[in-house]
């Protein structure tokens, strides 16, 4: 029997249709639920798509006859892949209502084939098995994305209709809101697609704030890129617990009376790596490069390991790090703070006059720093004949490693970072290019050095290693360079030995700046990207034949992995006291294994971290620069493609489209080999590389996105948008030539 209480006619909820189901005595069919609603011609069409979208999230079992709503965990159901871990998708079910207090199982795909086809928020229809490890699950069907997750702002048209903004500059259209959620005008919003339709409307399902607040930017690229940011209580507990282990010296080298120091960043929170070096008297040094013993703290596991794990890496924006362990470890014990006692992986290191490493030994060791310095007071120490003596030796000993660098020609090409410098409210301060020191050389040769030492410690002990691999670059790619080469008369012959040096000395040869600049652009989009990996294929940029990543375990979880290895290897295991902690402190049985399957994970955690760290920059770029609109700048051509050629403001950085359409009226071809546009009529060529004046057209501090046009001739760049909301008053996110749009971040130049 239906309930005694009809409700309205017209379309029902899934939550109606599921009462209906759960209430009936009678069985429940496609018929008797559209003579409970009174549904009639269309309707019944809506309701059998309706019951066919409620099938495949698991709510009903989809049968025809007669529906029967689902519980627990059906043998087909719809999961939603929530993490990729190393590899492997883990999902949970779409639709979870056994009771409130059950959380729901957490069910590892298994996906033919290795790593992980589907990526996070996926929607697959799968056939599930509960095993005595754990549920497990098969991919049947790839769903739509029905819960995708957008992010976006709340704009208002003209006819007062809400629509989502994209804050991805590769997505080029707004959606539709359905349902606002209680979101207002200008709000940063996360919301979820509806219906199927080729352009379907969103619904608001949480509200982030003012979209140009001091550290908006950066939750722009957590959310946008699933970048994990909280800890669960689990982890915080376990890693307090770490914290109080006790430290003793007699299990530890004690190395408190060296004057070790940790050259850093000013604004450093986190030291992984101090150093100390002093002449052996016959031309050479014993050097020491300690790091932190994250592998004493962080045990594989348990909480803090299976989230560092996750992370993979810490991520650094301008205005927060999302670090790889929780604050306690990565802020506090684990940090080479001056003046206090701490737990170091200590590599010591013998170097002969030449700067060759001849001889290393890795212990356990308890260190004490004697100081942290700033990159930049450490150089004016030296520049003005004030170091201690310490630090002459470092510096010392640095020019010896850096001879054998020279002799090893490494790939050098002039890469400018940007910095953005906040002041105390969060708000743009200054935006610069980052200085490059010889105190910056100094920690990098030490670093190098101790990397390649952990990497040959490892191989001479047979042991497993996750080495850095960066290959040589792909005959495709050299084939390109080749080919790009010639349009300048220059020659690439891949007959020889590709080499870094062969770059270096192409490089060195060019006298015109700007021709310079060119071909050191190509240089570097032939090289490969570098990744982890527990095949050794060698380090081509460091012209390295072994080399890892052993110096930063607090924010990478490579180096860890190596420390791990070490401690097997060379029998530094030191169990932790009983209780919270795993007890051991070397790899894992299942790394130990197969590190094959973790190296991937983290490499793609790397890259995920790179592309969110360089899209919050362009934020922070477009947000300076949106007070600028109008202004001329010296700019770079930084790529050069049929639709228009990019450039980037010399000094500053921040890459912005010159459109074909706005050189002028005349026609331009697109060589690709040359890479260049060339004007038909006139002959007027755009070349990587070449220097130009341009006029900032549009600065948009959401997406990053930067549009310039021709100081003077060519074609406007008319704003982007429908023609009520370029009229309405109030809030602009894109500015316009001649004047800046009205929203600015609060520490824009006025």
């Known amino acids: 029997m239906p309930p005694k209480n009809r409700p309205e006619p017209g379309l029902p909820t899934r939550q109606q249709i599921l009462d209906l189901i759960q209430n009936s005595s009678d069985p429940v069919g496609k018929r008797e639920i559209a003579r409970e609603f009174g549904l009639k011609g269309q309707e019944k069409i809506q309701l059998k798509s309706l019951l ?42 779409d639709t979870w209502t056994p009771d409130d207090a059950t959380p729901p199982p957490r069910i590892r795909l298994v996906e033919k084939g290795r790593g992980s086809a589907l990526k996070k928020g996926d929607r697959v229809l799968s056939r599930t098995e509960e095993t005595p490890t754990g549920w497990r699950a098969w991919p049947m069907k790839k769903l739509t994305l029905r819960s995708e997750q957008l992010l976006g702002v709340v704009e208002i048209d003209g006819a007062g209709k809400p629509w989502l903004a994209p804050v991805d500059k590769r997505v080029r259209s707004s959606a539709p809101i359905s349902d606002l959620g209680g979101a207002e005008k200008g709000e940063l919003v996360l919301a979820e697609p509806i219906g199927r339709s080729a352009r379907p409307s969103v619904k608001v399902t949480e509200i982030l704030g003012e979209p140009l607040a001091p550290k908006a930017f950066s939750l722009i690229a957590i959310h946008k890129h699933g970048i994990p940011n909280r800890f669960n209580e689990e982890t915080i507990e376990e890693a307090e617990a770490a914290a109080k282990m006790p430290l003793s010296a007699e299990k530890r080298e004690d190395l408190r009376h060296l004057p070790i120091v940790a050259i850093d960043p000013s604004d450093a929170r986190d030291h992984d790596d101090a150093i100390w070096a002093k002449p052996d008297g016959e031309g050479g040094f014993d050097a020491l490069v300690a790091i932190a013993d994250v592998s004493f703290y962080v045990r594989p596991g348990g909480e803090i390991d299976r989230e560092a794990r996750r992370r993979g890496n810490s991520v650094y924006f301008p205005d927060r790090v999302v670090p790889m362990l929780p604050e306690v470890l990565s802020a506090d014990v684990c940090s080479l703070r001056s003046g206090e006692d701490r737990a170091a992986m200590a590599c010591h290191l013998k170097i002969d006059a030449q700067g060759k490493v001849v001889g290393w030994r890795f212990t356990r060791a308890l260190v004490r720093i004697h100081e942290v310095i700033a990159y930049e007071e450490a150089q004016a120490r030296i520049d003005e004949g004030r170091a201690e003596s310490h630090l002459q030796d470092l510096w010392a000993c640095w020019k010896v490693l850096a001879q054998a660098r020279s002799d090893r020609d490494p790939l050098e090409l002039e890469l400018p970072e940007r910095r953005v410098k906040l002041d105390d409210q969060g708000r743009i301060a200054e935006i610069a290019l980052r200085e490059r020191l010889d105190a910056h050389r100094v920690v990098e040769d030490f670093m190098i050095s101790a990397n390649v030492a952990a990497a040959k410690a490892l191989e001479a002990k047979v042991a497993p290693v996750v080495y850095r691999v960066h290959e040589v670059p792909s005959r495709e790619k050299l084939m390109a360079l080749k080919d790009y080469l010639a349009t300048f008369g220059r020659k690439l012959s891949l007959g020889q030995v590709i080499t870094p ?225 370029l009229k309405k008053k109030g809030k602009h996110f894109v500015g316009k030539r001649g004047r800046p749009g009205n929203i600015r971040h609060q520490g824009c130049r006025k």
């Open 52 to 93: 066919k979208d409620m099938a495949e999230e698991g709510l009903i079992d989809g049968k025809r006859t007669a529906f029967h709503r689902m519980g627990g965990m059906p043998k087909v159901t719809v999961l939603r892949v929530v993490q990729i871990e190393e590899g492997e998708a883990i999902a949970i079910p």
């Open 501 to 725: 040096g062969l770059f270096n000395r192409m490089l060195k040869d060019i006298a015109d700046e700007s021709e310079k600049a060119l071909i050191m652009e190509a240089v570097l989009r032939s090289q490969t990207q570098a990744y982890y990996g527990p095949r050794n294929e060698g380090h081509f940029g460091l012209a390295l034949g072994s080399y890892a990543h052993f110096t930063s375990p607090i924010r990478r979880y490579a180096d860890l992995l190596v420390h791990r290895a070490l401690v097997d290897a060379y029998g530094l295991e030191q169990p932790a006291p009983k209780g919270k902690i795993p007890a051991t402190s070397g790899l894992s049985e299942r790394d130990r294994d197969d590190l094959g399957r973790v190296s991937e994970a983290i490499s793609a955690a790397e890259r995920r971290a790179m592309e969110a760290e360089r899209e919050t920059i362009d934020r922070y770029v477009a947000a300076w620069l949106s007070a600028r609109v109008g202004d001329v700048f010296d700019t770079r051509i930084t790529g050069v493609q049929k639709f228009g050629f990019f450039a980037t403001i010399i000094g500053l950085g921040g890459d912005g489209l010159v459109p074909v359409s706005t050189l002028g009226a005349e026609r331009f071809s697109y060589d690709e080999k040359a890479q260049i546009l060339e004007g038909e009529s006139t002959g007027t060529t755009y070349a990587m590389g070449q220097i130009l004046r341009l006029r900032l057209a549009e600065a948009n501090p959401l997406t990053g996105a930067l549009k310039f046009e021709l100081e003077e001739g060519g074609g406007r760049i008319e704003p982007r948008g429908k023609p009520q909301e």
